[in-house]
Nanobody, 125 residues
Framework: QVQLVESGGGLVQAGGSLRLSCAASGRTFSIFTMGWFRQAPGKDREFVAAINWSGGGTYYGDSVKGRFAISRDNAKNTGNLQMNMLKPDDTAVYYC??????????????????WGQGTQVTVSS
């Protein structure tokens, strides 16, 4: 079992930055792919970013490429999402997720077995 807890959300003006963190419990986290997703009211859950177990592979949704950066520290069982140049369209609840055996399916929420409770990010114009 893995439990995830997100933090770092809040209210920020357009153009600003936020750093989200995801704290994981469970000794197998270090070998799992970690992903970030977001969901705005009335919309489907959207892939934001993912990172493989070693940190050597990172992947981003088209809408955040060049603005967001995903990272992880397996020694601390944490993952981070640095969000820069935020836009009002980035407003959503952000979730971290993890699972084993995802391989190239990192964009699909149904491939992740463990989810955090979510943290709200609101970007004002």
């Amino acid at each position: 079992q893995v439990q995830l807890v997100e933090s770092g959300g809040g209210l920020v003006q357009a153009g600003g930055s936020l750093r989200l963190s995801c704290a994981a419990s469970g000794r197998t986290f270090s070998i799992f792919t970690m992903g970030w997703f977001r969901q705005a009211p009335g919309k489907d859950r959207e892939f934001v970013a993912a990172i493989n177990w070693s940190g050597g592979g990172t992947y981003y949704g088209d809408s955040v490429k060049g603005r967001f950066a995903i990272s992880r520290d397996n020694a601390k069982n944490t993952g981070n999402l640095q969000m820069n140049m935020l836009k009002p369209d980035d407003t959503a609840v952000y979730y971290c997720a993890t699972s084993a055996g995802i391989y190239n399916d990192y964009r699909y929420p149904h491939r992740y077995n463990y989810w955090g409770q979510g943290t709200q990010v609101t970007v004002s114009s």
